[in-house]
């Protein structure tokens, strides 16, 4: 529209009481043009009006007027949004009314202008956003809920949240109601539970709260909540849950990363059949959950010989080699997971060796891959160290010439010298030692 036609909508919303609502809906309609919105703005007086009507005595008017500054917020201009800035203190103000459809348009109205302009976050913490989204974050609606965390991940997610916005966060009541919502998913409807799920991962790669998410109990929480939904899709219909699953597995997985000096690690053999279950459904529909699992997997056993243990005595192996040939970044993962369990000494390597993981490897290095590749030298190298009678079986199945094809890769020569250096070598008195080492599994 043209600022004449935009203005005569102004003047016919400022006109007459009895139609106020039906040129209001006419202007809203304008305004889902990107351009009637910078126009609109730039207007004397235009959202002045628009603060007028949405802060009358008037029900549906008020209504109306609230749609109309929500579409002003979807424009992706900054000046658009920092142009809402009067009305921002009386969104606040009816987030604690008693409209749930009033509640729901000002919080997304709020979360759409927290995106596009640092003016408008600078401006909200001062006018008390995190005190009032606290106070809603009780509320019993699902709407009101799953618009409260919309703004809440829009605000984690600036890049001022670390020092800015999470201390404020952490300093209320959010982070315990938080958890609480992300774990009552599978009960109460998923879409509040992906939004604060989402939140406590952003306010986890902030790197500033492990500690106190830690003391919530975040990790236990979590890791029964996945078990429970992994229960779940085991027997029914899973569509959708996968939007749930993925930030609590990134939550999870970063969490466990953290060197926090808390004794995190949960030791629960659940977790694990989760695990493999997730992979399991989502293979084939959602396969970007595989890496997130994987991701999670790779840190339950980096350090914790517990899961590694579990993996090989719950045979579990076998589901997760069948993951090797599936993508890069699924072959990288499983692979250092392999390594992980490798690197827990003899007893660990002979298992992989008896659950016929050799023939798998000889496969990888054919790929045309030399990250993936050297990944595959890596656990070759682990395997032939703890247990060498790995390195006689490799030159038995041809391992000797696959690797000798690596031999003109700059980035894999100096791997591919001493490993062949270590399979060539006699067995002797190594493979004694390897096997006085051995222990049983727990």
Same mark, same amino acid.
């Given at each position: ?67 109309? %500054?929500?579409?002003?917020?979807? !424009?992706?201009?900054? &000046? /658009?949004? $920092?142009?809402?800035?009067? #009305?921002? =203190?009386? *969104? @606040? ?39 009032? %989204?606290?106070?809603?974050?009780? !509320?019993?609606?699902? &709407? /009101?809920? $799953?618009?409260?965390?919309? #703004?809440? =991940?829009? *605000? @984690? ?286």
């Amino acid at each position: 529209l043209m600022s004449g036609q935009i203005s005569e909508l102004l003047r016919g919303v400022q006109r007459g009481a009895d139609d106020r609502r039906r040129w209001l809906r006419c202007l809203r309609r304008a305004l889902q043009s990107k351009e009637t919105q910078q126009e609109f703005v730039r207007l004397d007086g235009a959202v002045r009006t628009l603060v007028g009507l949405f802060t009358c005595s008037v029900p549906e008017v008020q209504l109306e007027a609230a749609r109309c %500054l929500h579409e002003l917020s979807h !424009s992706s201009d900054a &000046a /658009v949004a $920092e142009a809402c800035v009067p #009305v921002t =203190s009386y *969104l @606040l103000t009816y987030l604690s009314g008693h409209s749930v459809e009033l509640m729901e348009l000002c919080l997304y109205t709020l979360g759409n202008l927290v995106v596009e302009s640092e003016v408008v976050r600078k401006k909200l913490l001062p006018q008390g956003i995190i005190p009032v %989204l606290a106070s809603c974050i009780q !509320s019993p609606h699902e &709407a /009101v809920l $799953e618009g409260l965390g919309y #703004v809440l =991940s829009q *605000l @984690l997610q600036a890049n001022e949240a670390p020092t800015e916005i999470v201390p404020l966060v952490l300093d209320s009541i959010l982070p315990q109601h938080m958890l609480r919502l992300v774990c009552s998913g599978l009960k109460f409807g998923t879409g509040a539970a992906v939004e604060f799920a989402w939140c406590l991962h952003y306010i986890v790669c902030s790197q500033t709260a492990n500690v106190e998410l830690m003391s919530l109990g975040a990790v236990p929480a979590l890791t029964s909540f996945l078990c429970d939904i992994a229960s779940v899709i085991s027997q029914s219909d899973s569509e959708g849950l996968e939007l749930l699953i993925c930030p609590i597995l990134r939550c999870l997985g970063n969490l466990l990363a953290e060197e926090t000096g808390c004794e995190v690690q949960p030791q629960d053999e659940r977790l694990l059949v989760a695990l493999f279950i997730i992979m399991q459904c989502y293979l084939q529909q959602h396969p970007f959950i595989v890496p997130e699992s994987l991701w999670l997997l790779n840190n339950l056993t980096a350090d914790e010989p517990f899961f590694c243990s579990a993996l090989l005595s719950m045979d579990l192996l076998p589901a997760l080699l069948q993951l090797l040939p599936h993508s890069q970044t699924v072959s990288m993962l499983v692979l250092t997971v392999l390594c992980n369990i490798a690197e827990k000494g003899p007893a660990y390597c002979q298992q992989l060796h008896q659950q016929a993981a050799l023939p798998l490897l000889l496969h990888v290095l054919m790929v045309p891959d030399p990250e993936v590749v050297g990944q595959c030298l890596e656990l070759l190298h682990l395997l032939f160290l703890h247990w060498p009678e790995v390195a006689v079986d490799f030159v038995r199945q041809g391992g000797r010439q696959t690797l000798e094809q690596h031999q003109s890769t700059p980035e894999l020569q100096e791997r591919v010298r001493v490993l062949l250096d270590m399979a060539l070598q006699p067995l002797g008195a190594s493979v004694i030692s390897s096997s006085a080492a051995l222990s049983t599994f727990s």
